[in-house]
């Protein structure tokens, strides 16, 4: 049997609010003290308990940048999880689940799906199959799948009689660590880095770190002693990279913000972005590096996103670095305040966490939706810049320089994230926080009578000063105005004033670096993706794995989206005969964007809008597919459970 050492993808599953995310943040960080790379993602349905979430984790001895769709290892402590995952575990792969579930059968399941539940009918039946958990192993078992029953609930009951605390045998949570531990043991993997990361995880909670820890060691020792150590899949240890970090992409906004000078946050729940500002309402006091001074941040939950943004706009008039954070539908409800800071000049960030629409849509999954949205929020027209991220490290870097653009030009940005970026995990290399330095903009710390705060200037923006400086006198109003901020109709000054803020975006244009515009990833080749946001990560492993093959393909991806950089991009793409437009939405919005500004279509559309995001497997396929001439213009992918 050749053994597969540090190359994994491991699944566990179970009902949302048993543990989940807990088990896989622990096998996450027990991997990365062990000196490993990981790239996990996080997959939930939007109720609060019971219905099935999973999370994946792929680990390497190298930096991973996207998912696959097959599962080596799945770990399993209901029966949903089995019934939705087995047959994606690959042959040779494991399947470690709770024994007492062999008998369930998919008519007791209440939370599966009616089309989920019907279709694996059909897949079994056509197999001769019954409808129990026993019959599914039976089938996997058949392909090739590698069993091993576990029962979480009576080995719990026994730690708890060893240890004589009867009341540890209802800590039915703790099965999700026992599980994950167990899986631990199948993979030879150190009980001492499994222990640290436990007592990691629940630093802050130490009253139950150690009946965890016990669990843990009681379930993995189990595991050996019943299974043995003859297993296809390790994970073993390597010289631990200590410049490494492991993050969530909205903590890494997080800290991008407060890093950036940030100091006043205000949202309304939704998701995904509400882990955002709940991971900056858990840090608001910190302490400064090399100094006994403490930063204080405010972050204010208002009663809806008007009010959101609204006061956020409030914060920046004082002179504080505001933001606001959201998805789809809250920032609907903010762009009439999105309006009301542009036709005043108002320097504030909206951070939005895309998620699939219409309306309520799949509020915690995926989707690349709402890029023209962003572009075209608000009536009429004022200056906004909406700048793209695309992997968790430019969330932290991109969050910095677009507080810089904001102050500098005077305008909304409207940075745009993912439901997929935001949760995933990941190691990357240490922040440097050196990077990117902090521009506040043109401030009039001092003003004499007659201040004018829309004076017109040369390049159109004027000083600000921050509310309550001496004689810093001007008005705020949602309707047009003369330069002390005097509403007005008068045409001349209507269309002085319209002259002045509009030509803000040419000056964007002519200033911002062009790699802050667009990334180019050039293997001098004809061929050229072109992408925007978290399809990054996959494109460029994929086309990583295109070259070993001996097919070079360019990478384009687009990080400023409005105002859009067309002389530079169109330069871009003059030597690239054919073009493929990735994203994740249903019309190709992007490639929309191209064809309006450089009058150039795409030659093949690859587009998906499941909720899911694009695996490594499908990606791949398909561009293969288009190098060997057999792909249709327009390609949807359909990955995903």
Not at 74 to 84: G, K, Q, R
């Amino acid at each position: 049997m050749k053994q597969m050492v540090n190359k994994l993808s491991w699944v566990i599953g179970g009902a949302q609010g048993s543990g989940v995310d807990t088990a896989a943040n622990i096998f996450a960080k027990a991997c990365v003290l062990g000196g490993l790379h990981i790239y996990g993602k996080r997959e939930y349905h939007s109720n609060i308990k019971g219905k099935h979430s999973y999370f994946n984790i792929s680990v390497s001895e190298k930096p991973i940048r996207s998912c696959v769709d097959e599962i080596d290892f799945l770990v399993a402590f209901d029966a949903e999880t089995i019934f939705t995952h087995a047959l994606y575990v690959v042959n040779g792969g494991v399947i470690l689940y709770d024994s007492s579930l062999a008998k369930i059968s998919i008519e007791e399941i209440p939370t599966m799906e009616d089309f989920a539940m019907k279709e694996l009918k059909i897949k079994m039946s056509s197999k001769n199959k019954g409808e129990t958990i026993k019959d599914l192993l039976d089938l996997v078992k058949e392909n090739g799948v590698n069993i091993y029953p576990v029962e979480f609930k009576s080995l719990l009951r026994e730690l708890a009689e060893k240890n004589n605390e009867p009341s540890m045998s209802k800590l039915i949570r703790m099965i999700n660590v026992m599980a994950m531990a167990s899986s631990f043991a199948l993979l030879c993997y150190d009980e001492s880095i499994i222990t640290n990361a436990i007592r990691y995880t629940f630093k802050t909670k130490p009253k139950i770190i150690d009946m965890n820890v016990k669990a843990a060691s009681y379930s993995y020792n189990y595991t050996k002693a019943k299974f043995g150590n003859n297993f296809k899949y390790r994970l073993m240890t390597r010289e631990v990279d200590n410049s490494l970090i492991l993050i969530q992409g909205y903590q890494a906004a997080g800290l991008g913000k407060i890093v950036a000078g940030c100091r006043f946050q205000t949202y309304y729940p939704i998701t995904p972005a509400s882990d955002e500002s709940e991971y900056l309402e858990a840090n608001e006091v910190l302490n400064l590096v090399d100094s006994s001074d403490k930063v204080a941040f405010t972050v204010i939950q208002s009663e809806d996103e008007i009010a959101a943004i609204t006061m956020a706009t409030g914060g920046a008039l004082s002179g504080a670095r505001s933001a606001t954070c959201t998805s789809g539908p809250g920032f609907s409800l903010m762009v009439e305040g999105i309006g009301w800071a542009g036709i005043n000049e108002i320097p504030i960030v909206i951070t939005l966490y895309q998620r699939a629409g219409p309306a309520t849509g799949l509020p915690t999954r995926h989707e690349q939706g709402d890029l023209l949205f962003a572009i075209h929020a608000g009536h009429g027209e004022f200056p906004k810049i909406v700048f793209a991220s695309g992997d968790v490290e430019e969330a932290f870097y991109d969050t910095m320089k677009v507080f810089n653009y904001a102050e500098k030009y005077q305008i909304p940005v409207i940075h745009m994230f993912d439901k997929a970026l935001a949760n995933t995990v990941l190691t990357i290399k240490r922040f440097d926080t050196k990077k990117v330095k902090i521009d506040r903009g043109l401030f009039a710390n001092k003003v004499s009578n007659g201040y004018e705060r829309f004076e017109f200037t040369k390049n159109g923006i004027s000083p600000r000063v921050k509310l309550g400086t001496e004689n810093g006198i001007f008005w705020n109003t949602g309707d047009e105005h003369e330069p002390n901020g005097h509403i007005t109709e008068h045409p001349t000054i209507r269309t002085k004033m319209m002259d002045k803020r509009m030509g803000k975006m040419d000056l964007v244009l002519k200033e911002l670096p062009d790699e802050d515009k667009i990334q180019i990833y050039d293997k001098k080749s004809d061929m050229t993706v072109i992408s925007w946001g978290s399809t990054k990560g996959v494109i460029l492993d994929v086309l990583d794995l295109l070259t070993k093959d001996g097919n070079k393909i360019n990478y384009v991806q687009v990080k400023l989206l409005n105002p859009f950089p067309s002389k530079l991009l169109e330069s871009l793409l003059s030597k690239t005969h054919l073009l493929i437009d990735i994203e994740m939405n249903y019309s190709g919005q992007l490639a929309r964007l191209i064809s309006e500004n450089i009058k150039r279509e795409p030659d093949y559309l690859i587009v998906k809008y499941n909720g899911r995001p694009m695996s490594l497997n499908e990606v791949y396929n398909v561009l293969k597919k288009i190098i060997d001439g057999k792909a249709n213009k327009i390609e949807v992918l359909t990955s995903g459970t």
